[in-house]
Every structure is written in C-alpha cells, then in structure tokens.
C-alpha cells in the first residue's frame, strides 16, 4: 500500500484483493489484511485524506445499496481503529461506473468491476 503514501491529490487507488462475501458487506477474512494496510497508512499519515467509493459487478442497478454499504463498512473500520470522521468519507457508485460493460463476459470482467477505490483528498 505505499503507493498511497506517493498519491497526489485527486489520484484514484483500488484496494487491489479486499473481497466482500456474496451479496453482504461483510469482508472476508482473507481479506483482513488489506484493511489493516489501510489503516496502517492512515495512522503514518495523518494528513491523509481519503474517499472511498465501491463499485459493483453482475446486475443492473444496486437495489440494496450493497456499494454503499461495502463502502460504509471500510469507513467504519478505520474510523473504529481511531483515524479521525474528518479524514474518511465513503460513496456507492453501484454499477453506474464500470471498468467492463455489463454484463460482463467473464469472471475476469466480473472482478474488475467488482472493486474498492481510494480517491486521495489531501496528501
């Protein structure tokens, strides 16, 4: 994750294998390890500021507001390991920004789709 530690301003960043279980925002433990990164880099850098926006694949519209909330349980993680409500904001994008058309084509499309950015407010 240093790459976030160099990111200038306005620099979009995906959290590359933090992966939620089906259809919930409840990450994976597999996954535990990304957040703790980001929480790690937060705490290195407190002048950092972030925006964290979830993007969904495989349907054609968000009707449980899954992006939101995915979004919303990352935010919740940092803020509840101590990074201060001010440097931490979160959005849903749902399926309005894919990477890949949908439907997608393969599990490949799927993935990419299915992600996690960090958008760098302040550095």
Do not use: W
């Amino acid at each position: 994750m240093r790459q976030v530690d160099a990111a200038e301003p306005g620099e979009k960043l995906k959290l590359d294998n933090l992966n939620f279980q089906l259809n919930t925002f409840a990450i994976v433990n597999e996954s535990r390890g990304k957040l703790y990164e980001l929480l790690i880099v937060m705490q290195q850098n407190p002048e950092l500021s972030i925006d964290i926006q979830g993007h969904l694949c495989c349907m054609t519209n968000d009707r449980n507001n899954l992006s939101y909330q995915r979004a919303k349980a990352i935010s919740n993680f940092l803020r509840a390991n101590g990074i201060e409500n001010s440097r931490v904001t979160f959005q849903g994008f749902g399926v309005t920004n894919p990477i890949y058309p949908i439907p997608e084509k393969n599990e490949e499309e799927r993935a990419a789709n299915r992600r996690v950015e960090i958008l760098i407010l302040k550095n």
